[in-house]
Nanobody, 120 residues
Framework: QVQLVESGGGLVQAGGSLRLSCAAS????????MAWYRQGPGNQRDLVAS???????YYADSLKGRFTISRGNAKKTMYLQMNSLKPEDTAVYYC??????????????WGRGTQVTVSS
């Protein structure tokens, strides 16, 4: 069974850094676009950044320059380096990926999320 597992969340002071990881487990033949979303208290789930299989990246305008998305060599892992964190970055961060779970068959997956809390 394919799963996306996030890690790296935690509590950090404002101005600090965290690095989130997302790994696809189970039988995965290939991964297309992968992305990070976040959902703060009382808010909708918003796109943070995405990265294609060819490493083309997209960032939410408000996060450019502070967050960096990347993929591992195996292309089934993804990272989010978050610097200069602010209290408003506090949210549950979710991994999303479009995966080939059977030859020629693709679908989107979500991880369960990892909590990031930034204290002022």
């Amino acid at each position: 069974q394919v799963q996306l597992v996030e890690s790296g969340g935690g509590l950090v002071q404002a101005g600090g850094s965290l690095r989130l990881s997302c790994a696809a487990s189970g039988t995965v033949f290939s991964a297309d676009t992968m992305a990070w979303y976040r959902q703060g208290p009382g808010n909708q789930r918003d796109l943070v950044a995405s990265i294609s299989s060819s490493n083309m990246t997209y960032y939410a305008d408000s996060l450019k320059g502070r967050f960096t998305i990347s993929r591992g060599n195996a292309k089934k892992t993804m990272y989010l380096q978050m610097n200069s964190l602010k209290p408003e970055d506090t949210a549950v961060y979710y991994c999303n990926a479009y995966l080939e779970y059977s030859p020629g068959i693709w679908r989107g997956y979500w991880g369960r999320g990892t909590q990031v809390t930034v204290s002022s």
